[in-house]
Nanobody, 126 residues
């Protein structure tokens, strides 16, 4: 079974930076990414990539500010976030699908990913 455990969330002022991590019990290539959900808003995809050097996709709201990356040696997915804005405040979830083809389905819906972490909270104050 796939296990995903997020960490790295916290509180930061606008303009600050955070780096989220997702420890994954996945030893093969997979379609993985990050979703987020703010109060009163729908859950939305943030960044998606196929592990092993696949193309990286970003939602328009975070493009140029967020970077998805992987540490293959430690089976860890990261989401680097810079120039954070109050509207980035949300619960961030690491997601995965063992079918690489899922990464060719932009835009993504939550139901596209069968495996989810428990989430890590990001709060950006102005």
């Amino acid at each position: 079974q796939v296990q995903l455990v997020e960490s790295g969330g916290g509180s930061v002022q606008a303009g600050g930076s955070l780096r989220l991590s997702c420890a994954a019990s996945i030893s093969t290539r997979a379609c993985m990414g990050w979703f987020r959900q703010a109060p009163g808003k729908e859950r939305e995809w943030v960044a998606v990539t196929s592990t092993g050097g696949g193309r990286r996709y970003y939602s328009d709201s975070v493009k140029g500010r967020f970077t998805i990356s992987e540490d293959s040696a430690n089976n860890t997915l990261h989401l680097g976030m810079v120039s954070l804005k109050p509207e980035d405040t949300a619960m961030y979830y690491c997601v995965a699908d063992l079918h690489i083809g899922t990464c060719n389905a932009i835009p993504w819906r939550p139901s596209d990913f069968p495996y989810w972490g428990q989430g890590t909270q990001v709060t950006v104050s102005s």
